[in-house]
């Protein structure tokens, strides 16, 4: 039987918690004095604009290049955050049999539609999807490529893309009647409910 919404919801939250948590600590020990005078710009920003009167396009390209100016100073930061992702969300399961730590609190894991092995490229596509794991790896390679408006322009218009992506797969998942999201689809795999696989058996 495929999980449901509810308990995909719960264990993604436990999920994203722990990896937050472990994000944010890495943040404090890593960050440099430099990026927390970027953030200060960043949140006195608003103030600044407001009291200048500046135009919507002057203050789009300060976005722009304080956004790119913080992610090269977090460039080192970012690296380890996207690492910690792959390695809880792709190689956790790969070698736990399809769960992540939320999955098995909610007894639920990720299979393969033909009961073959879960592929470490099932993972990744998925966490593209879910996961914004593509924008990340994108953002690495265009941040010292581009100019502030370009960078700020095309991590914006892939972050929209991501959002959309995450709202079609949970619509996906509270409608359709096998409760397959959109990478579940794409990758030919679905979440089990332990619990409700051995209830079936057992009747």
Partial sequence: MNASFLKRGGAYLIDIALVSIIMSFISIVFTTQNANRLTEQFLSL???TITNNEDIMTYYNRVADL?????????MINIINC???ILYFVVLPLYQKGQTLGKKIFKI???RDDKEYLGANDLIVRNIIVNGLLNTLLSFCLVFLL?????FTIVSILAFAQITLIIISIFMIIIRKDKRGL????TKTHVIDEQMEVEYERV
């Fill in 46 to 48: 608003n103030e600044s």
């Fill in 67 to 75: 956004t790119l100016s913080l992610d090269k100073e977090n460039f």
């Fill in 83 to 85: 690492v910690i992702i």
């Fill in 109 to 111: 894991r990720i299979v």
């Fill in 147 to 151: 100019s502030g408006f370009e960078y």
């Fill in 183 to 186: 990478q579940d689809i794409i």
